[in-house]
């Protein structure tokens, strides 16, 4: 079945940068939206990017615009989240979702990688 596995979290001071990864495998669809999500307990979780597979069509939250960059490497199933700016409030569990589009809609989630930013 699909797989997705994040990489790439860690610990960074304030002002600091990370590229996280999702990685897909064990599906063949070629139209489908992969999203990133961040949880920190005690907080709703929130949606900060989105990309379509078809055209490569991004979307930010408010809240990480113009610091997030969603983007894809279609040769390795890999959808990026580039973060530059680090700020203590973007500490929490990184989740990737893939959500098949079409005739079926189907939601496939990763396990989360940890950022954490401190000085």
């Known amino acids: 079945q699909v797989q997705l596995v994040e990489s790439g979290g860690g610990l960074v001071q304030p002002g600091g940068s990370l590229r996280l990864s999702c990685a897909a495998s064990?599906?063949?669809?070629?139209?489908?939206?992969t999203y990133w999500y961040r949880q920190t307990p005690g907080a709703e979780r929130e949606l900060v990017a989105a990309?379509?597979?078809?055209?490569?069509?991004?979307n930010y939250a408010d809240s990480v615009k113009g610091r997030f960059t969603i983007s894809k490497d279609n040769a390795k199933n890999t959808v990026y989240l580039q973060i530059h700016s680090l700020k203590p409030e973007d500490t929490g569990v990184y989740y990737c979702?893939?959500?098949?589009?079409?005739?079926?809609?189907?939601?496939?989630w990763g396990q989360g990688t940890q950022v954490t930013v401190s000085s």
């Open positions: 979702k893939l959500e098949t589009r079409g005739a079926i809609r189907r939601n496939y």
């Open positions: 064990g599906f063949t669809f070629s139209n489908y939206v």
């Open positions: 990309i379509t597979s078809v055209g490569g069509i991004t």
